[in-house]
């Protein structure tokens, strides 16, 4: 199994989110996989500039986002903060 590449802290789910879960336009399991994802390195649907930016960050301390779509075509965002002490997942519009 390969290591993660950073700790993701505590981890959270935006109303937003939890209310897709609810409304069956998202799964816990494809929530599971991206949030996988995104600690081992893969930051889905990001420009490369914010690729690099989060591979900066990894190594010298940041915020570190990552974007992906749901099967049903919503953009999921998860960042982890810079103290690495949480991690969200959320929709754009609540940030």
């Given at each position: ?66 974007s ?24 754009p519009?609540?940030?």
């Amino acid at each position: 199994m390969i290591k993660m590449k950073f700790p993701l802290g505590e981890q959270y789910k935006t109303l937003g989110v939890q209310n897709l879960i609810e409304e069956g336009h998202l799964h816990e399991e494809e929530i599971i996989i991206m949030i996988h994802r995104h600690a081992h390195g893969d930051f889905g649907e990001v420009p490369k500039e914010d690729w690099k930016a989060n591979e900066d960050a990894i190594k010298n301390g940041g915020r570190i986002v990552s974007s992906y779509t749901s099967k049903s075509g919503k953009t999921i965002w998860i960042i982890t903060e810079a103290d690495r002490s949480y991690t969200t997942v959320m929709l754009p519009h609540e940030y």
